[in-house]
T-cell receptor, first 114, second 110 residues
């Protein structure tokens, strides 16, 4: 069983489109995250939810909107996609916000905006 | 100045040698330090964590932390071709938010 799963794995789309990425974890963790890794491998946190509540919201364009319907799911919706949004987006989860050692990453979603 | 700095590499070492990966950071309030390994096309995986000054050993891996110098390193002994990957240094401050460096690419040659 996959601990943290993301769909889709690959996403190719045109500028201006709206797209969503879904994430699910079956680890029973309370905290979930979205990270963005750019072409230079720089990995940066975007959002974090703890028990469905937003606890970290980095300086991210408001075209990005996370949604957590329950503790096991954290989705990311992106409006009006831009070329610069092309990156790998990783979902992760951890036992709680302080237990960084338990943070487990999903396989990533490779987004290419044309 | 970047919060976490790493040499992007590639760092090339022959099989069996010691690979030394280095990381410096700017925030003196940083509390916990981590090394992640990321194979090409895969997600990062945690391989070491260190919280206090000194050395911490786990198998072939040794993490070293010097808070006064704001420096953390990872040594890989008896390097294997399977160690070829990008190694990401990361840390947390009071916010428990992971901040990553840009990673060092390690190539272990036969």
């Amino acid at each position: 069983d996959t601990a943290v799963s993301q769909t889709p794995k690959y996403l190719v789309t045109q500028m201006g489109n709206d797209k969503s990425i879904k994430c699910e974890q079956n680890l029973g963790h309370d905290t979930m995250y979205w990270y963005k890794q750019d072409s230079k491998k720089f990995l940066k946190i975007m959002f974090s939810y703890n028990n469905k509540e937003l606890i970290i919201n980095e300086t991210v364009p408001n075209r990005f909107s996370p949604k957590s319907p329950d503790k096991a799911h954290l989705n990311l919706h992106i409006n009006s996609l831009e070329l610069g949004d092309s990156a790998v987006y990783f979902c992760a989860s951890s036992q709680d916000p302080r237990e960084v050692e338990t943070q487990y990453f999903g396989p990533g979603t490779r987004l290419l905006v044309l | 100045q970047k919060e976490v700095e790493q040499n992007s590499g590639p760092l090339s070492v022959p099989e069996g040698a010691i690979a030394s990966l280095n990381c410096t950071y700017s925030d003196r309030g940083s509390q916990s330090f981590f090394w992640y390994r990321q194979y090409s096309g895969k997600s990062p995986e945690l391989i070491m964590s260190i919280y206090s000054n000194g050395d911490k050993e786990d198998g072939r891996f040794t993490a070293q932390l010097n808070k006064a110098s704001q420096y953390v390193s990872l040594l890989i002994r008896d390097s294997q071709p399977s160690d070829s990957a990008t190694y990401l240094c990361a840390l947390t401050g009071t916010a428990s938010k992971l901040t990553f460096g840009t990673g060092t690419r390690l190539q272990v040659t036969l």
